[in-house]
């Protein structure tokens, strides 16, 4: 909803931990309409496993200049990684951190 509604409130920056892109499993319904347009500066912290929009996925996405996504590794939707990942839930979490920190510092 926050993506939606940016522009209108005039908000500096807009940040989301993880973005529905599209219902998992249906890729062809694309939620990305508003992002073509976006004129808030804006970052999506998102999985590259997520299923709402995998890192193979995305980037063939139409989104707006001022859209960034910043791709937290082999994370999914809550960007815990599997197992076998060579990063563990606490390093993504503190990747989140530490990159939102940082685009809110610039903003």
Same mark, same amino acid.
Request: one cysteine or more; a negative charge; glycine letters at 6%.
């Given at each position: 909803m926050a993506?939606?509604?940016? #522009? !209108?409130?005039? @908000?500096?920056?807009?940040?989301?931990?993880?973005y529905p892109f599209h219902p998992p499993g /249906?890729? #062809? %319904?694309l939620r990305i309409e508003h992002l073509?347009?976006?004129? =808030?500066?804006?970052?999506?912290?998102?999985?590259e496993r997520d299923a709402f929009g995998r890192r193979d996925e995305v &980037?063939?996405?139409p989104l707006s200049e001022q859209v960034r996504i910043a791709?937290? &590794?082999d994370g999914d939707h809550s960007? /815990?990684? %599997?197992k076998?990942?060579? =990063?563990t !839930?606490? #390093?993504?979490?503190?990747?989140? @951190?530490?990159?939102?920190?940082?685009f809110v510092a610039q903003l």
């Open positions: 993506s939606l509604v940016a #522009d !209108e409130l005039g @908000v500096a920056g807009l940040l989301c931990l993880g /249906k890729p #062809d %319904r073509q347009s976006l004129a =808030t500066p804006a970052l999506i912290l998102q999985g &980037p063939a996405y791709w937290v &590794p960007f /815990k990684p %599997r076998s990942a060579a =990063t !839930e606490r #390093d993504n979490l503190a990747f989140a @951190v530490e990159t939102a920190a940082a």
